[in-house]
C-alpha cells in the first residue's frame, strides 16, 4: 500500500484537511470554515488524529495563509503574523498542530505551497524551474520554486500587494488594500472587483469592461514577474482567473505590454506555455501540503 501523509490547507476562509499518498489517491477529507483559531486548529486536530494514532499517517503538510514567520530559528516560526483576520494575529499554527499529532510537520504559505505542488507531482513542472503560483480571489498571492526549493527570504514574496501603474482617469477606483489602498490586491482582488462594479466578480458577464481591466492588471502583474524572476513556467490559479477567456486575454496582454523585450519563444510565440491554469485545479494547495509532509520525512 501507498505511504499515506497529512496535508492542511490553511485558508483564511476555509481549512482543507486530506489523507492521501498524491493527487491519484486521496483516503479521507475534510473541509471546513475557518472561525477561530481555537476551533479551527482542534477541528483539524481531530481529524488527523485517528490517522497518527493507528500510525497510518507519520507526517503531516500545512499550507497556511499568511504573512507567516518561515524562519525556523525564529521564536515565532510557524506562527501566522500580521493578518487583519480577527484572532489569528501571532496564533502559533504550526506548534499547536505538531505538539497534539507529535509527528513531524512541513510548513510553508499557502502559495508556496501551491507552487510545490505543481512543481512536485506534475512531471513536466520538473523542467520548467523557476516556477510561480499566482492565486487571485479573496486576495492576490504569489509564490515560486526557485532551484527546487520554495522561496523564502526576509519572509517570502508578497508579490500580490505589487505596486502598478493605476490610471485614474480610467479606473478611478481607489482600491481596498488597507494597508497600500491601490497595491494590485487593492485593484484586483475578486472583493475589490465586487465594490468596483458592485457585484461579485463571478456574476459579471462575459462581455463586461471589468474583465478587460481585471486582466490589464494580472497582466502588470505576470510582466513584472517576468521581468524580476525570468520563470519557465507561470501558473495562474484561484477563481477569479478561471473566467471563460480570461487567461488567453492576460497572455496578449503580457505580449503586449513586454512589447518585444524578453525575446524568448515562451514570451513571443508558445506563451500559452508559459501562463497555464494549475494542471491539479483547486488541489494544488492541499497536494503542495502533501508534497510538504513528504518532503518533512524525506
Ligand atoms: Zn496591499
Known amino acids: 500500500m501507498d505511504t499515506l501523509y497529512?496535508?492542511?490547507?490553511a485558508g483564511g476562509t476555509k481549512f482543507v484537511c486530506v489523507v492521501a499518498s498524491g493527487p491519484d489517491h486521496i483516503l479521507a477529507q475534510e473541509r471546513f470554515p475557518t472561525t477561530n483559531p481555537a476551533e479551527t486548529i482542534s477541528r483539524t486536530i481531530r481529524f488527523f488524529q485517528p490517522f497518527v494514532e493507528s500510525q497510518q499517517v507519520k507526517s503531516v503538510g500545512i499550507a497556511a495563509f499568511g504573512p507567516v514567520d518561515l524562519d525556523k530559528r525564529s521564536k515565532t516560526f510557524g506562527y501566522i503574523t500580521t493578518t487583519p483576520k480577527p484572532g489569528w494575529e501571532q496564533a502559533?499554527?504550526?506548534?499547536?498542530?505538531?505538539?497534539a499529532l507529535k509527528v513531524p510537520c512541513g510548513?510553508?504559505?499557502?502559495v508556496n505551497a501551491a507552487a510545490f505542488g505543481e512543481y512536485y507531482w506534475i512531471p513536466e513542472n520538473r523542467d520548467l524551474d523557476p516556477l510561480l503560483y499566482i492565486t487571485v480571489g479573496t486576495g492576490i498571492g504569489v509564490g515560486g520554486i526557485v532551484n527546487g526549493q520554495t522561496l523564502h527570504g526576509l519572509i517570502h514574496p508578497e508579490a500580490g500587494h505589487m505596486f502598478i501603474p493605476h490610471d485614474r482617469t480610467v479606473d478611478p477606483f481607489p482600491g481596498v488594500c488597507p494597508f497600500h489602498e491601490d497595491c494590485l490586491e487593492g485593484l484586483a482582488s475578486g472583493?475589490?472587483?465586487?465594490?468596483?462594479?458592485?457585484?461579485?466578480a463571478e456574476t459579471l458577464p462575459d462581455d463586461h469592461p471589468g474583465w478587460d481591466l481585471e486582466a490589464k492588471?494580472?497582466?502588470?502583474?505576470?510582466?513584472?514577474?517576468?521581468?524580476?524572476?525570468s520563470p519557465k513556467r507561470v501558473v495562474l490559479g484561484g477563481g477569479v482567473?478561471?473566467?471563460a477567456g480570461f487567461i488567453p486575454k492576460v497572455r496578449k496582454l503580457v505580449q503586449m505590454q513586454l512589447n518585444g523585450y524578453i525575446q524568448s519563444p515562451k514570451v513571443m510565440d508558445t506563451i500559452d506555455e508559459l501562463i497555464v491554469p494549475p494542471a491539479l485545479?483547486?488541489?494544488a494547495g492541499v497536494m503542495g501540503a502533501i508534497a510538504l509532509a513528504r518532503t518533512a520525512v524525506e
Open 217 to 229: 492588471y494580472i497582466g502588470f502583474l505576470i510582466s513584472n514577474l517576468i521581468l524580476n524572476f
Open 107 to 110: 510548513f510553508d504559505t499557502d
Open 241 to 243: 482567473p478561471q473566467h
Open 281 to 283: 485545479g483547486s488541489q
Open 6 to 9: 497529512g496535508g492542511i490547507e
Open 92 to 99: 502559533d499554527l504550526l506548534g499547536t498542530i505538531q505538539r
Open 191 to 200: 472583493p475589490s472587483m465586487a465594490k468596483r462594479w458592485g457585484q461579485p
